[in-house]
């Protein structure tokens, strides 16, 4: 039984605050962590501990990204309605939710075979569709489908992925978290066929990302 009561509301009113006093500033991106129910993505009986600002192991060694996180690097890429985004690892799919309410159109790739079932189905349970969902290895993006207005890599690749970077629109942005134990989180904007800015925004600590499927 998918519940979201008042309960759930007020807590995630409460989560809302506190990323903003973290000082994310982006409505729309705030109204989307108010509107996601963040509990339905966890097991029930952990459901205390969904709208307190951490990561939280979920099936097959992964982690739902911590609230304040997933506002960082939505924040970051500046959603704008009808963007193709290419996601690399859908994980639970709330990071998938999130982008789904700012009007993206999003391709996402998992490379855990049993997360990859799991979430596609879920995600259309709890109204949110994503236009494909694909078991993958994400260091290789999905060139069928490129070039995307943005991307988004949600676990901690040790190098940058060139293959991604080739995937990009001109204009266009990536945000990936790089490095092995912590990683700096960069933001790559395309700006023209070979040449490409970067900024770093600080430390923080993803599950890496891995080559091959399982």
């Not at 500033?25 to 029930?44: C, G, Q, Y």
């Not at 949110?128 to 676990?155: C, N």
């Not at 901690?156 to 134990?181: D, S, T």
Request: hydrophobic share 35%.
């Amino acid at each position: 039984m998918l519940r979201d009561n008042f309960r759930h509301k007020g807590k995630r009113q409460q989560l809302v605050n506190i990323i903003k006093k973290k000082g994310v500033t982006d409505e729309k991106v705030l109204n989307a962590i108010n509107k996601i129910p963040r509990h339905l993505f966890m097991d029930s009986s952990f459901e205390d501990h969904a709208y307190q600002d951490k990561a939280f192991p979920i099936a097959a060694d992964q982690t739902i990204s911590q609230p304040y996180t997933v506002a960082f690097q939505t924040e970051l890429l500046e959603v704008s309605k009808d963007d193709t985004v290419l996601e690399i690892g859908t994980g639970s799919g709330y990071q998938t939710a999130v982008l789904c309410e700012l009007g993206a159109r999003v391709y996402s790739i998992e490379r855990q075979r049993e997360l990859y079932r799991k979430t596609s189905k879920f995600l259309q349970k709890i109204g949110y569709r994503p236009k494909q969902l694909s078991f993958g290895d994400g260091y290789k993006g999905w060139p069928e489908y490129a070039p995307f207005d943005k991307i988004i890599v949600t676990a901690g690749a040790p190098f940058l992925p060139k293959r991604l970077l080739g995937q990009l629109k001109v204009g266009g942005k990536m945000v990936i978290p790089i490095g092995k134990e912590v990683q700096i989180m960069t933001m790559f904007t395309r700006k023209s066929d070979t040449e490409f800015d970067k900024k770093e925004f600080g430390n923080f600590r993803f599950v890496p990302l891995l080559e091959d499927k399982n």
